[in-house]
């Protein structure tokens, strides 16, 4: 792993049964950017981005985050690694049961020595971020798709981890949340150095944050471009990522 | 991370050092706090040696500025994230929910409940027209769908009745035997436990298995649906949830309830006779004795009342369903109404019926 690097896959390979999602998929995440998962629906955006967080096993290939293991690290390193990661889930995943800052509060007060006021206080800051404080005694049930997407990075935000998995952060928004969201992870990531790791189908949102990108393919089984997004627009030459950057039909 | 406060002139310095982040934050948190709570205006938070900031360590030191001492120092990006989460925090707070007086909370309790009873007059009349309507055209009823709801709230739930019946016959006719015994009058037991089944016991334990087993299952589902707005689909197709989701389900608790409340009393008269074999008595002692205290009138009043208690059970899980919410927690609410209500529900009853019987003369 080079120095500037904080992720490394492997020759990664996820296989469900005798169905092969994408095969021997090899790239490197530098510190501090935002690197984007593309594709078509059904690729494996989204399973490659489950494979990096140690939710499903790769057939093939190994994943290391800061260094670590993903899949051969166990007890606390598991555990220290887990910290060092946040994710931000397609549908929230919030806790019904907890208001948005119950839910951010929760990993501060599992991993973290903080009194009570201060977890109220770094949950209310985390809020203010996502630009959702007036809604921290909602409850999910009680916001909009929109802040919901909001409130999960604010979650994921919570431990201030270095790195942050987005799982189609603007799906199913409309374009001007969808464009809100897209400039506060392009601000956190300025102001804050954190990299991201975005997993999304949405054109606009690749274009706008995404510094580097790498693409999968469903007939290909496997990762077909990989690059600059501005770049991949104006120069691609394989007809797929030509087809999915001018919005073409295959 | 360190932290250390020295007296420089009539200023107070924190200077700080190496990286506040999440971790350091928690372990400076409170001494930080005190020291600029203790230093006030005169207080300086030195973040030139400070190399890197999140930003809980960002929040830690504005609320310790809140107390009066400036943040100096800071350089380029300790400063970018310092005014990010200063503005975060800038953001307003939510509003707090007015307090309402004790008497207007009594009010608002009593308008919801207003407003419930009606909803619930509301479903049984719409549930009584779907029914007139489909007794008028018979073929409208769905009745593959009766006999699935049938099979899961029936048949699946003939082990459990059966197990739950003996066990209840054998702890009846030996609590009951035991007291008996002294008077010399055991040989009354199969008239007691027959009796306390075919009446009471059956209907009202069989209703407790459908409560739980069902009418918690239609709730879960029912709440799952309108959670996953299926319900305001079938809706909008011009489909009638009523005569779809919930007609199939209240006729199958209707039909399967005195089932199952005849099956748990001839499994508790089983239990009972098993019983009475171990005390010495014989089975023809006790199929005599159960001849000449049981009467059809009793067979039938229970299994009426088991009727009556499927239909409220089955039309409240129901209900619970489709009133859920939004959210998960939702469905887990309709679920427990659904049972709690179903249960209170047969019990209620049965005082009707216990009433009215003893008025007939039953």
């Known amino acids: 792993m080079t120095a500037d690097a904080v992720i490394e896959a492997a020759h990664l390979t996820a296989r469900f049964g005798t169905n092969t999602l994408f095969r021997d998929v090899s790239f490197t995440v530098s510190r501090g950017e935002v690197f984007v998962i593309l594709g078509g629906s059904g690729c494996g955006k989204s399973t490659l981005l489950k494979l990096m967080i140690g939710l499903v096993p790769p057939a093939e290939g190994s994943v290391a985050i800061l260094g670590t293991d993903v899949w051969s690290a166990e007890g606390e390193a598991k555990l220290a690694l887990l910290k060092r990661i946040g994710v931000m889930w397609q549908q929230g995943a919030l806790f019904g049961s907890q208001t948005l800052q119950e839910n951010i509060e929760m990993p501060l007060a599992e991993h973290t020595s903080l009194p009570r006021e201060a977890r109220a206080e770094v949950a209310r800051a985390k809020l203010g971020l996502v630009g959702l404080s007036e809604a921290a005694n909602r409850l999910p049930s009680e916001v909009s798709g929109g802040?919901?997407?909001?409130?999960?990075?604010?979650r994921a935000l919570a431990l201030d981890p270095p790195i942050l998995f987005l799982d189609e952060p603007s799906a199913g928004l409309d374009p001007i949340t969808s464009a809100g969201l897209d400039e506060l992870i392009k601000d956190l990531a300025k102001s804050l150095g954190s990299t991201f790791v975005v997993v999304t189908h949405e054109l606009a949102s690749i274009l706008a944050i995404g510094d580097r990108c790498i693409m999968l393919d469903k007939a290909e089984q496997g990762m077909i471009a990989t690059g600059d997004p501005r770049d991949l627009r104006d120069h691609a030459t394989h007809p797929t990522v030509r087809a999915f950057f001018r919005r073409e039909a295959a | 991370m360190s932290f250390d406060s020295r007296r420089e002139g009539d200023k107070v310095v924190l200077a700080l050092t190496g990286r506040i982040d999440t971790v350091a934050a928690s372990d400076l948190w409170s001494p930080l706090v005190k020291a600029a709570r203790e230093a006030g205006e005169a207080g300086v938070i030195d973040l030139r040696a400070v190399t890197a900031l999140d930003t809980t360590g960002a929040t830690l030191l504005l609320t310790?500025?809140?107390?009066?001492?400036?943040i100096e120092g800071a350089s380029e990006g300790v400063a970018a994230v310092l005014d990010r989460v200063r503005d975060a925090l800038a953001a307003p707070r939510p509003k707090p929910e007015p307090r309402l007086p004790w008497l207007a909370r009594i009010g608002r309790g009593a308008i919801g409940l207003y407003h419930n009873t009606m909803d619930a007059l509301a479903f049984l009349g719409e549930l009584l027209t779907?029914?007139?309507?489909?007794?008028?055209?018979?073929?409208?009823?769905?009745?593959?769908?009766?006999?699935?709801?049938?099979?899961?709230a029936g048949t699946r739930a003939f082990p459990l009745t059966i197990l739950l019946g003996s066990l209840l016959g054998v702890i009846l006719a030996f609590q009951s035997a035991i007291p008996l015994r002294r008077f010399g009058g055991e040989i009354f037991v199969p008239s007691l436990v027959g009796i306390s089944l075919m009446r009471e016991l059956g209907p009202l334990m069989a209703g407790v298995i459908l409560a739980g087993r069902t009418g918690s299952a239609y709730a879960a589902e029912l709440g799952t649906m309108t959670v996953n707005e299926e319900v305001a689909a079938l809706r909008v197709m011009g489909?009638?949830?009523?005569?779809?989701?919930?007609?199939?389900?209240?006729?199958?608790?209707?039909?399967?309830m005195p089932i199952l409340a005849l099956l748990l009393t001839l499994s508790g008269l089983v239990g009972m006779t098993i019983i009475m074999g171990l005390l010495g008595f014989p089975l023809v002692t006790v199929t005599t004795q159960l001849q000449a205290w049981l009467s059809l009138k009793d067979m039938l009043g229970g299994l009426f009342k088991a009727a009556v208690f499927g239909l409220a059970i089955a039309t409240i899980g129901c209900r619970s369903g489709l009133g859920a919410g939004r959210g998960p927690r939702a469905v887990g609410d309709a679920a427990t109404a659904a049972v709690v209500g179903g249960i209170v529900a047969i019990v209620l009853l049965d005082g009707v019926f216990a009433v009215a019987f003893e008025r007939l003369g039953l």
Request: positive net charge; charged residues 25%.
């Open chain 1, 147 to 154: 802040m919901l997407k909001r409130a999960g990075i604010a």
């Open chain 2, 64 to 70: 310790a500025s809140g107390h009066g001492p400036k």
């Open chain 2, 130 to 152: 779907i029914l007139m309507l489909t007794l008028l055209k018979p073929h409208r009823l769905r009745l593959r769908e009766v006999l699935r709801f049938l099979d899961e």
């Open chain 2, 239 to 256: 489909m009638d949830p009523m005569a779809i989701l919930v007609l199939p389900r209240v006729l199958a608790g209707l039909l399967v």
